[in-house]
């Protein structure tokens, strides 16, 4: 059951919304002033992982990637 996070282009409010199955047909709308013009966000992660075998480090690199925004991507070390 994926919960997708979402962000109003109109009132720039962002909401999850959980889809219970991959079936289900849908019209999302923002739950504040009910635009149904959103994009799709990449959300944050709690989740932290330690070194590989080689002792290798997630790097995190953030850049800009439009006006007033910033893209976040990790390097993640796999088996050597």
């Known amino acids: 059951m994926p919960i997708f996070e979402f962000r109003c282009?109109?009132?720039?409010?962002?909401?999850?919304?959980?889809?219970?199955?991959?079936?289900?047909?849908?019209?999302?709308?923002?739950?504040q002033c009910q635009a149904d013009s959103l994009e799709r966000v990449i959300s944050k992660t709690n989740y932290v992982m330690g070194p590989g075998k080689g002792g290798g480090?997630?790097?995190?690199?953030?850049?800009?990637?439009?006006?007033?925004?910033?893209?976040?991507?990790f390097e993640i070390p796999g088996p050597e």
């Open 57 to 73: 480090k997630t790097k995190m690199t953030t850049k800009s990637c439009g006006s007033g925004n910033s893209c976040t991507s």
């Open 9 to 31: 282009l109109k009132c720039g409010n962002v909401f999850e919304k959980l889809f219970i199955t991959g079936q289900e047909e849908f019209a999302v709308h923002c739950p």
